[in-house]
């Protein structure tokens, strides 16, 4: 058994029902333990598109690292993702944050196809307010707790991330 930090995020087509229906299936699985409320954040990289909507999910179970990697893109094929630009517009993107063993020991990997943890997770905004309001005292292997990550991102980058109550 395993434990993966996952980030959802859609700006393509209805954002707010891709992640529901994506939470929905890890739920009906049986492998969601948590997920956050979600949040609009503008677009990352260099390619002009809409905001996001973003989520973080903790999932747990019988997979290991690569295994969530493959949900994952299944997850993005059943919401109808292409992958035609990179860090272009996407109707669902899902990126494996973190895999953590039973013992706590948090699963690493060099590999270009799964690198744990996520190389830019620190210095995302929309993936760290998410995962911080799920688990406050939550850490990123290599790189500290979440909270301090935050602290140290540059104002306008938090506050871009803005909480999105639509669904609440």
Same mark, same amino acid.
């Given at each position: 058994?395993?434990?993966?930090?996952? !980030?959802? &995020?859609?700006?393509?087509?209805?954002?707010? +029902?891709?992640?529901?229906?994506?939470?929905?299936? =890890?739920?009906?699985?049986?492998?969601?333990?948590?997920? !956050?409320?979600?949040? #609009? !954040?503008?677009?990352?990289?260099?390619?002009?598109?809409?905001?996001?909507?973003?989520?973080?999910?903790?999932?747990? &179970?019988?997979?290991?690292?690569?295994?969530?990697?493959?949900?994952?893109?299944?997850?993005?094929?059943?919401? &109808?993702?292409?992958?035609?630009?990179?860090?272009?517009?996407?109707? =669902?993107?899902?990126?494996?944050?973190?895999?953590?063993?039973?013992?706590?020991?948090?699963?690493? !990997?060099?590999?270009?196809?799964?690198?744990?943890?996520?190389?830019?997770?620190?210095?995302? +905004?929309?993936?760290?307010?998410?995962?911080?309001?799920? #688990?406050?005292?939550?850490?990123?292997?290599?790189?500290?707790?979440?909270? +301090? =990550?935050?602290?140290?991102?540059?104002?306008?980058?938090? =506050?871009?991330?803005?909480?999105?109550?639509?669904?609440?």
């Amino acid at each position: 058994m395993t434990r993966a930090v996952l !980030s959802l &995020g859609a700006n393509l087509g209805d954002r707010a +029902a891709a992640l529901r229906t994506a939470i929905g299936t =890890l739920k009906d699985e049986g492998v969601l333990v948590a997920r !956050s409320t979600l949040y #609009e !954040s503008p677009p990352w990289g260099p390619v002009e598109q809409p905001p996001y909507l973003n989520a973080v999910v903790v999932v747990r &179970g019988a997979r290991d690292a690569s295994g969530w990697l493959v949900r994952a893109h299944e997850l993005e094929q059943a919401a &109808g993702r292409t992958r035609d630009v990179r860090w272009g517009p996407r109707t =669902l993107d899902v990126d494996v944050v973190t895999v953590t063993d039973d013992d706590g020991t948090p699963v690493l !990997s060099d590999d270009p196809r799964l690198t744990l943890p996520h190389p830019r997770a620190h210095e995302r +905004a929309f993936v760290l307010v998410p995962w911080a309001t799920l #688990e406050p005292g939550a850490e990123l292997p290599g790189r500290g707790p979440v909270a +301090a =990550l935050l602290a140290a991102l540059p104002t306008d980058d938090l =506050l871009a991330v803005t909480r999105w109550d639509h669904l609440h």
